[in-house]
């Protein structure tokens, strides 16, 4: 056994072995750990990149998805649907769903009642097509009720162009009843709308038609992207992010742009912008749903005599959509 001790100390195979328990020195260590941080830098921004670019894409594909349920919704109803058909009643992204395949969502409202009579438990479900992946998740709840006594519901991220706005001062102006208005998506007229005694809407009519748009339905801007404060979402009233199907707030269902309302350049506008103006979660573009159906992304520092112009249903500059 001593012999067999000896041996088995001294043999090369022992020597082998402690060669191979031999660790790393201190400056391979380091070398080491500075080529995985140089990796990670690398290949963090290139995921984070491809993960804005596939949010950005499923933005437009949500787009895309509410511009076929437009068409689909005039060919069948011959108008455009209004962003309310009266102030405190549902909004237009509730009239699209059956064009959507969400016939079971559209059922469970009563489209004849104020926003504040709606179940409540409708008011609350999500539809993710309504949600830009850029921003938040879908079924993201109001923060608070908009006035006393209405029920909070699910936000969304996409408004109708109620045009450019063009000397006045915004929803004053822009969104009465009785004011001529230049965009797309407007409250309904009230002779179209009409309310029995009982506060339920008799019908729902838009104010346009396809042919009311008279640049053309390739150079007008139909539904975009609102502005909305990432530090405030889900907030309502001034910071614009209210319950989408709630038509009582004019921001959560309509925005405005031109030379005095241009595209947010932030993703923490402050009010009035959070209300009034189009902007996205995308790095220096908004994407926005085009009147025929196509999807454009818009630069936030687009020039806003031309942008004003893509606003305007009938101003007679029937401008390019910048590429």
């Known amino acids: 056994m001593e012999g067999f001790s000896s041996y088995f100390v001294c043999s090369p195979w022992s020597k082998t072995m402690k060669k191979s328990l031999r660790g790393f020195t201190l400056i391979e260590l380091l070398v080491v750990i500075a080529i995985i941080g140089i990796l990670m830098g690398l290949v963090i921004p290139a995921v984070q990149s491809a993960r804005n670019a596939a949010s950005r894409t499923q933005c437009a594909n949500n787009l895309k998805q509410m511009g076929l349920a437009i068409q689909n919704f005039h060919d069948t109803r011959r108008f455009i649907p209004p962003s309310r058909p ?21 059922d469970a409202f009563a489209w004849r009642l104020p926003y504040n009579q709606q179940d409540e438990k409708i008011l609350k479900t999500s539809v993710p097509v309504f949600v830009c992946p850029s921003r938040r998740f879908p079924g993201e709840i109001s923060t ?15 408004a109708g162009n109620a045009g450019s706005a063009i000397g ?15 965009g797309v998506f407007n409250s309904g ?9 009982n506060g339920r809407l008799k019908n729902y009519r838009g104010r346009y038609t396809f042919s ?9 801007l139909c539904v975009g ?11 309502p009233g001034g910071y614009g992010d209210g319950c989408m199907y709630n038509g009582d707030e004019p921001g959560n269902t309509m925005r405005v742009g031109g030379p005095l309302f241009g595209i947010a350049r932030t993703k ?7 209300w009034t103006v189009f902007g996205g979660f995308h790095t220096t573009v908004c994407n926005f749903l085009i009147c025929d159906g196509s999807v454009t992304s818009l630069p936030n520092d687009i ?13 007679g500059k029937a401008t390019t959509i910048p590429q």
Not at 212 to 220: H, K, M, P, Q, Y
Request: proline fraction near 5%; include cysteine.
């Open 168 to 182: 006045s001062t915004g929803y004053n102006d822009n969104f009465g009843f009785k004011t001529e208005t230049n």
């Open 86 to 106: 009266a102030d405190g009643y549902l909004s237009w992204h509730v009239f699209i769903m059956p064009y959507m395949e969400l016939d079971n969502v559209y």
């Open 144 to 158: 608070f009720e908009e006035r006393d006594g209405f029920p909070v519901g699910v936000c969304g991220d996409y």
């Open 303 to 315: 020039d806003l005599q031309v942008y004003g112009y893509l606003c305007d249903r009938k101003d």
């Open 212 to 220: 009311s748009i008279n640049d053309g339905l390739s150079n007008t």
């Open 268 to 274: 923490f506008p402050e009010p009035p912008q959070t």
């Open 189 to 197: 007229l009230r002779k179209d709308n009409r309310i029995d005694a």
């Open 225 to 235: 992207e609102k502005a909305l404060n990432g530090r405030r979402l889900n907030e």
